[in-house]
């Protein structure tokens, strides 16, 4: 599946991940790619809250961290959703050593910004946000993600 928007501001870009929460049929993890500024962590803000895991003021970069966990809500069930930021790390290594595979359950979305730079992310991910700069204030925001298989 396939969506694309249009974002003139921040609080269009929040509003836009709750739309996005919305959207997908389980958790799952996604790539999260665009230029540095582009407004990565705003989306992930409005995500997380519309899951109520968080308020978005709590929603920061992980840059430095590396992960940040929230606890929230999906379709009436607990979800954990994690942030990644994975800017500052700089090969396979240190990507398999964050044990991504231990953390992907039923229960969990895992958001990972700059996910597109390793293969064992693109080799896990279900989909992609492709963030885009159009203008000084407004973004496209591309959604990409495979549906789940339906048992038969």
Known sequence: MKRVFSSSSDAETRAIGAEIAGLLPAP???ILSGDLGAGKTTLVKGIVQALQAED??????????????????????????LHLDL???EDERQVSSLGIHD???????????????????????????QIASTGPESRSITVEWNEPN???
């Open 28 to 30: 799952r993890l996604l």
């Open 56 to 81: 978005e003021d709590a929603v920061t970069s992980p840059t430095f961290s590396l992960v940040h966990s929230y606890e929230g809500w999906w379709d009436g069930r607990a979800v954990t959703v």
């Open 87 to 89: 800017y500052r790390l």
């Open 103 to 129: 953390w992907m359950t039923e229960d969990t979305l895992i958001l990972v910004e700059w996910g597109e730079k390793f293969r064992l992310i693109q080799e896990l991910a279900d989909g992609s946000i």
């Open 150 to 152: 339906k048992p038969a």
